[in-house]
């Protein structure tokens, strides 16, 4: 069995992200091959063959350009697999390549299954389902942090390649993430409001737990969109990654964009009236409640 | 000019959720549905664009599925989108990915839409793969996962949200497909008055036999509930109770209470 692995790489530099690429492929116990858009200087360090075109003149983003350099190296290794992370970089390239080759895509795959097939989430998080290719050879995006990264080691057998640019989209430039006012990483205490605190009239309850526990206030996603909270409390992969001592998750569902941006808390309490949310999968105490009805009445105790 | 938006409805996602007789997707019984949360932000950009450019532009929503979904149509149409094509088909649930692209193109391809919005992705299925598989078989740019949209003069420009809150600034000639992230921009809450005036607005039914050639390319072997990984524990019960409970927790497990 053979895979192709895309790599990544952004403003300059090689991602870290990149070697879970090869942990996925030795869980699945195949051969590797590997492409990248990327820079001689920022070479990922590990065996085997690497397709490597040059950012500078291919682009960091440009996907109709990058599709050309994937499906000629598809051409050259033909491999079983097309391997991206489930990334901004990937989900955007995956489906370009599965079309082109008319596979299936198997999308953030988080684990393999002995019959062929190939364990996804579903409902948020709330559920799995297992997919199988309907053919042999498919492209597969693995959920970011899913699979233990290969330990960095060895040298690649460099092959430089290059394709022409064209196509209707033109990359402009980088805006860097908005400034932080506060830096969560430092807190030793987050309690983060999630969508079930119902209005942003309740966000000072959950300040209020924040503040008698000594610690800052988070938020999920779409309590930032919707200007509860300010952008710079959001915690997951496109917030902040936090590991405090301790993260209360008040009112938040668990989706895997929050849960890996603090799951290495090191201890956990979620308040959710649904006893099935996800967050119960990597919370130490899952406290079945209404937020409104239970969160003030820990901080008049706690007070106390 | 004339654009096309693609919502899905999906169930609520605070549901319970239960494997259906095969063994392959949800059972639907009690379950109450919505339009796909990105899909709102895709509508409501649509209908910005279409207010902007005014007299002269026609904006679609199409939907597949069982009849069901006819009233996350008319959500849309309230919204502000002209006019529906609604694909009937009681087993949409059962298509792949590269079949409800293939039926959207379908469509699509002799209408002359110029724009093309999709949500990045869905809550139930979560794939991120239907609106760039349109864009692929129409031949049209595309990019992914955007935060920001402006149109002009034949070409978009949009911000795609990348990890860590960066942000990547593009630049793409129409034809094009865009697919919207969460927090693209503040979805509106249709009016009565427009609720009305969506009663009037066309709904074309195409039976999905009609428009569909093609096979999937994956199926879904299994549906079920994670493996409980433990460890963690669950408390019900009387909030005083729960209150007491957490404290002694705190105490006895983290630095935070002495
Ligand atoms: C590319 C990408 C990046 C993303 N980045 C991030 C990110 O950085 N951070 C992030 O958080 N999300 C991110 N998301 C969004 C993520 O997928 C989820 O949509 C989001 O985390 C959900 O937030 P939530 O848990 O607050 O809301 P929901 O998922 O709506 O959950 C609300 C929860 O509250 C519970 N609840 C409701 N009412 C009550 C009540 N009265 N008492 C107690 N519990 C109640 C419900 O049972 C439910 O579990 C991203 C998504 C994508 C696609």
Redesign the pocket.
């Known amino acids: 069995m053979k895979t192709l692995l895309i790599g990544e790489y952004r403003e300059g530099k090689l991602l870290e992200s990149t070697y879970e690429l090869p942990g996925f492929a030795e869980k699945l116990g195949a051969e590797t091959a590997m492409l990248l858009v990327g820079d001689e200087s920022q070479l990922p360090v590990c065996n085997g063959t690497l397709y490597l075109a040059d950012a500078a003149t291919c682009g960091e983003y440009n996907p109709d350009l990058h599709k050309k350099l994937i499906l000629e190296t598809v051409q050259k290794e033909n491999p079983d697999y097309i391997v991206f992370l489930h990334s901004s970089y990937g989900w955007d390239l995956a489906p370009r390549i599965a079309a082109s080759l008319k596979i299936a895509q198997i999308s953030e795959v988080i684990g393999i299954q002995d019959d062929g097939s190939f364990e996804v989430g579903a409902c ?1 998080g709330k559920m799995r389902r297992n997919v199988k290719p309907a053919a042999g050879r498919a492209v597969i995006t693995i959920q970011a942090g899913a699979f233990t990264a290969a330990e960095p080691g060895g040298t690649p057998t460099v092959l430089k390649v290059t394709a022409e640019s064209g196509g209707a989209l033109e990359f402009i430039g980088y805006e860097p993430a908005e400034k932080k006012e506060i830096d969560l990483a430092k807190a030793e205490v987050i309690v983060s409001a ?3 605190v ?1 209005k942003k009239d309740n966000i000072p309850v959950i300040a209020a737990l924040a503040k008698a526990l000594g610690g800052e206030l988070g938020a ?4 930032v969109d919707a200007e509860w909270i300010a952008h710079d409390h ?6 902040q990654t936090v590991s405090p001592k301790l993260y209360v998750a008040c ?5 895997i ?2 849960l890996a ?1 603090m799951k290495k808390s090191d201890f956990i309490i979620a ?4 006893k099935d ?1 996800p967050i119960g999968e990597i919370a130490d105490v899952l406290v079945v ?4 009805q239970f969160v003030p009445a820990l901080t008049a105790k706690i007070a106390k | 000019m004339k654009l096309l938006v693609c919502i899905k409805q999906v169930p609520d ?2 549901s319970r959720f239960k494997p259906d007789a095969a063994g392959v997707w949800y059972n639907e019984t009690d379950l109450a549905f919505r339009m796909n949360e990105y899909d709102e932000y895709a509508v409501e950009q649509a209908v910005q664009l279409r207010e902007k450019l005014g007299e002269g532009t026609e904006l679609t929503v199409i939907s597949i599925g069982p009849d069901r979904v006819v009233e996350t149509i008319k959500k849309a149409l309230a919204m502000g989108c002209d006019n529906a094509a609604h694909i009937q088909d009681p087993a949409a649930s059962g298509k792949d990915p590269w079949q409800i692209a293939s039926i959207i193109a379908a469509y699509s391809k002799d209408k002359g839409f110029e724009i093309i919005f999709t949500g ?2 869905s809550q139930d299925r979560g794939s991120a793969q239907v609106g760039v598989t349109i864009a692929e078989q129409l031949g049209f740019a595309c990019t992914t ?1 955007i935060v920001g949209f402006d149109y002009d003069n034949g070409a978009i420009t949009a911000k795609r ?1 990348l990890e860590g809150g960066i942000k990547g600034v593009v630049k793409l000639k129409i034809p094009a497909l865009v697919t919207c ?2 927090g693209l921009n503040t979805p509106r809450y249709p009016t009565l008055p427009n609720i009305m005036k969506a009663k009037r607005k066309e709904i074309v039914v195409i039976p999905v036999a009609d428009i569909l050639r093609e096979e999937a390319l994956a199926a879904t072997v299994s549906f079920h509930p994670p493996a409980k990984k433990g460890g963690g524990i669950v408390l019900e019960g009387d909030v005083a109770d729960l209150v007491e409970k957490v404290i002694a927790i705190l105490k006895d497990k983290t630095a935070v209470l002495r």
């Open positions: 948020n999630g969508r079930g119902g999920s996603r779409p309590v959001q915690v997951g992969t496109t917030g009112g938040i569902s668990g989706a964009q929050h941006g308040i959710n009236k649904d949310a409640a209404d937020v409104m | 996602l605070e990045m992705q996962t949200e992230q969460l």
